[in-house]
């Protein structure tokens, strides 16, 4: 079992930034490559980023391409999510999550086993 717990998560204005944080515990991190997931009221879940086991390969969402970074620390079993540059329409719960399926599938829902109970994020404009 990987218990993850997120935290930072806040209100901030259009153009702002905000750095959500992970923590992992249970199983060793490093067997895992992590991502996080967004969900926005009454819409699907949807994939943001996602970070190897290593940390050398990652994946964005178009929507976040360019202005949120992933990144994990080994030693303290965390991974990261800087947003820069918010819009209202990154508004939503983010979710931390971890999987070991093939990395191929990183950006799917299918491919993570655990996930966080998720940090809220709203951007006003």
């Known amino acids: 079992q990987v218990q993850l717990v997120e935290s930072g998560g806040g209100l901030v204005q259009t153009g702002g930034s905000l750095r959500l944080s992970c923590t992992a515990s249970?199983?060793?991190?490093?067997?895992?490559?992590m991502g996080w997931f967004r969900q926005a009221p009454g819409k699907e879940r949807e994939f943001v980023a996602a970070?190897?086991?290593?940390?050398?390969?990652?994946y964005y969402a178009d929507s976040v391409n360019g202005r949120f970074t992933i990144s994990r620390d080994g030693v303290k079993d965390m991974v990261y999510l800087q947003m820069n540059s918010l819009r209202p329409e990154d508004t939503a719960v983010y979710l931390c999550?971890?999987?070991?399926?093939?990395?191929?599938?990183?950006?799917?829902?299918?491919?993570?086993?655990?996930w966080g109970q998720g940090t809220q994020v709203t951007v006003s404009s």
């Open positions: 970070i190897s086991w290593s940390g050398a390969s990652r």
């Open positions: 999550a971890a999987g070991g399926v093939g990395w191929a599938a990183a950006t799917t829902r299918r491919a993570y086993t655990y």
């Open positions: 249970g199983r060793t991190f490093s067997r895992y490559y």
